[in-house]
């Protein structure tokens, strides 16, 4: 079964493919470069697809980092 994590992270891994997969779970806009406008909508198109949820407008804020996508998914599931 894969969790949440791993999920999030083949999804980082397509829209950051330089990314060596070990640093995903360290990512956020400020460390990563590459991670423009562009990276974001493809990243959060990905995320929807992937949780079959749709990110409200208004929590986009919070999705700067690996990190916190990671803790809003888990906070909207039960899987670990």
Known sequence: MNTIKEK???CFALVLPLIPRSELPGASKSSIAEWDSLVMVNLLSLIEEEFGIQVPDGD???FISFELILDYL???SHDT
């Open 8 to 10: 999030l992270e083949r």
């Open 60 to 62: 986009l804020e919070n």
């Open 74 to 76: 888990k906070a909207d």
